[in-house]
């Protein structure tokens, strides 16, 4: 039986979950179970003929309690290997594997894989049969610019832990519990992710692109800059700065900062004004923005 439990987290976009719950079906071995973390109301919905159990477990609370929402899907797993993927993300036939692979390789390893863009598609990305259509997924996936080529590879070392992302990312229990889980201090959205990975490396972990496996990002329209989280990212800005004595997220801070919202230094960020509906509204981009 496989070791892996698969870890999602839920707000909305059920559509998005009905294309993950097709690409874990279509693994070539199967994961151990799939835990979803919603932050609605009501549990997702699931097809009844998943050839793997899901349990479910609501966290209550504001909108975004990411950080919250990850421990709560990592405390219920009952697999040695944690594999956390975004509900926007449709899995290639070997993620499974290759997170079973290289978790058993390095015990004291956090693993992230080649992950691909998709463009907007109305049709949906499953055949007939109700499983990924992976031909047509691999046709029109683009790789991130910024990021290495490692389909292909076996795994690289990354130097640096700000490479951590909570869209996929696999590690095993024991490391996830001796990093200590995620600081549930962060509230909403930004920076969890990236106090994660201090509280990672200050435990001995490494950091390893892996390749053999693809995740296929489904796309949704975005904000750029993020200005519908302008509060919790000065918030949880402010609480890393706190934690680590350096500031995160400084690409938007400085954003904010030439729209004349914040005024930001080395020592001080301080809000000048919110912004309003219309800045807010001006920034969601385009259907032909990829890489969100």
Known sequence: MSAVSVLTLIRGRQRHFDH?????AAQDQLPLELVVAYMQ????????????PVR???VPGETMPLAR?????AAGARG???????VDCIPDQRFVRRAEDVAWMDANGVFLPEVRYLPGCEA????GDGLPDY???????RRHPAKPAIAHADTLPIDDFGELWGLAFILSASTWSDAGGMDEAYIGYGAEETDFGRRLRASDARLHWVGGTVCFHQHHRVHKPPLQHFSSIIRNARLF?????EWCMQYWIDDFARRGLVRFDADELTVLRAPNPDEIAATKQGADVLYS
């Open 56 to 58: 479910t477990v609501q």
């Open 41 to 52: 109301d009501h549990p997702p919905a699931v097809r009844e003929d998943l050839p793997f």
């Open 241 to 245: 700065r706190e934690r680590w004595g």
């Open 80 to 86: 040695d290997i944690l594999a956390f993927l975004d």
């Open 124 to 127: 949906g990305w499953l055949e």
């Open 69 to 73: 929402a990850r421990n709560a899907a």
């Open 20 to 24: 993950l719950l097709a690409g874990l």
């Open 135 to 141: 031909h047509r997924l691999l046709a029109s996936a």
